[in-house]
């Protein structure tokens, strides 16, 4: 069974479109994430939810809005796609957020191409 | 520059040798943690180690920490040519929420 799983694996649109990502986790977890990952391979937190609460909110752009309709997922819409929004978008869950100690399951990534 | 920066950028090595990653950060920690990311997949987590741990194994991987320094080394014992792979380490700031991860150390074992 797969731990974390997204949706879709590939997206392809053009410019301006509105576009979601879809993000489950079955392991129980109480916290998800998502990450962008650039062409250079660098990893950014953009967001993190505990228990469907936003706890972590990055400077990104507010056309990127996180949503949370239960403890087992977190969707991810962008409005206005842009050039610049081209990258690997991944979902993780971790088992709860005491500092510092987290282990994070990530999901197999999301590739998005604005065109 | 980022919190938890991997060196070198990238490592070449043959079967059987050892590989070396290393990692700096800059403020305090809870914990740091390293991860591994084949091609075209998610990260996979390997090894946590506490701030007041020094030294952790598991299998053929061995984690050091030396928070005086604000570093950390991840050691790959016996490579294999299954062990390419980018590797990552993540740090959690003392005192935040946020696991803030490096660029990555790109391993690439010849056969």
């Known amino acids: 069974d797969t731990a974390v799983s997204q949706t879709p694996k590939y997206l392809v649109t053009q410019m301006g479109n509105d576009k979601s990502i879809k993000c489950e986790q079955n392991?129980?977890?109480?916290?998800m994430y998502w990450y962008k990952q650039d062409s250079k391979k660098f990893l950014k937190i953009m967001f993190s939810y505990n228990n469907k609460e936003l706890i972590i909110n990055e400077t990104v752009p507010n056309r990127f809005s996180p949503k949370s309709p239960d403890k087992a997922h977190l969707n991810l819409h962008i409005n206005s796609l842009e050039l610049g929004d081209s990258a690997v978008y991944f979902c993780a869950s971790s088992k709860y957020r005491d500092r510092g100690l987290e282990t994070q399951y990530f999901g197999p990534g999301t590739r998005l191409l604005v065109l | 520059s980022q919190q938890g920066e991997e060196d070198p950028q990238a490592l070449s090595i043959q079967e059987g040798e050892n590989a070396t990653m290393n990692c700096s950060y800059k403020?305090?920690?809870?914990?740091l943690q390293w991860y591994r990311q084949n091609s075209g997949r998610g990260l996979v987590h390997l090894i946590l180690?506490?701030?007041?741990?020094r030294e952790k194994h598991s299998g053929r991987l061995r984690v050091t920490l030396d928070t005086s320094k604000k570093s950390s080394s991840l050691l790959i014992t016996a490579s294999r040519a299954a062990d390419t792979a980018s590797y990552f380490c993540?740090?959690?700031?003392?005192?935040?929420?946020?696991?803030?991860f490096g660029a990555g150390t790109r391993l690439f074992v010849k056969a």
């Open positions: 180690i506490r701030s007041n741990e």
């Open positions: 392991l129980g977890h109480d916290t």
């Open positions: 993540a740090t959690d700031e003392a005192g935040g929420f946020k696991t803030i």
């Open positions: 403020t305090s920690i809870n914990n």
